[in-house]
């Protein structure tokens, strides 16, 4: 009778081991969800248009993409806030704005439009500072920050919590108009905080018991 070939146990471990870490993979890579993007696609400052004296407001189009193509994203409120930019490292808040949070289906976009009214304050600060940065460069640059938490909705469970704040610089016209990218394409706003993606952690977990088994 003949004895088994030497080291194929070693190869079924080796092969079974293989095959877990694809299929770990795989699953990670299926499962991970992709962040919402957030942008500004309309923002119109009426002041700085010559046929609109006295009109102190803002009008702004706040743009959330969910690029998930199999899961929906569950929004808790929405808080933003508008700031005028007096240099570098100054900004002067000028407004806000606040939404009821809602579900977004996957691969869908919302618009969350709005108003903002300058206060008194702020009016005379840009009577003695807007305008004249407006009249020497042509451009006066304004900041919105936006708050929120998002869970995503993968089948039929939801995960944790996941807590965004992203703004960015929005740069207007001597007519009041956003100088929008290349192609007309808005203002995105870029993330400045570092979120922990529970899903990473997953990975590791799954990756651990690839190496429990290996050295099994």
């Known amino acids: 009778m003949r004895d088994p070939p030497e080291g194929g146990c070693c190869k079924c471990i080796f092969s079974f081991t293989i095959t877990l870490a694809l299929t770990a993979l795989f699953l990670w890579l299926s499962l991970r969800p992709s962040n919402p993007t957030f942008s500004i696609n309309q923002f119109y400052v009426f002041t700085l248009n010559n046929n609109t004296n006295n009109n102190h407001t803002i009008f702004y189009d706040l743009k959330l993409n969910n690029n998930n193509n199999d899961k929906g994203i569950y929004y808790d409120a929405l808080n933003l806030t508008f700031y005028y930019k007096f240099s570098n490292f100054s900004y002067y808040p000028i407004g806000s704005g606040n939404y009821t949070g809602f579900y977004q289906g996957h691969g869908k976009h919302t618009d969350r439009v709005g108003v903002v009214v300058m206060r008194s304050g702020v009016v005379v600060k840009w009577e003695n500072d807007v305008f004249e940065t407006v009249s020497k460069n042509g451009v006066v640059v304004f900041r919105v920050e936006v708050v929120t938490a998002v869970r995503f909705r993968i089948v039929f469970w939801k995960t944790k919590r996941r807590r965004f704040e992203v703004g960015s610089d929005l ?11 290349k192609k007309n394409k808005g203002i995105k706003l870029s993330n400045g905080v570092g979120v922990i993606k529970e899903w990473f952690k997953l990975l590791i977990s799954l990756i651990s018991v690839v190496i429990v088994v290996l050295l099994w």
């Open 171 to 181: 740069r207007v016209d001597d007519h009041g108009g956003l100088i929008k990218r």
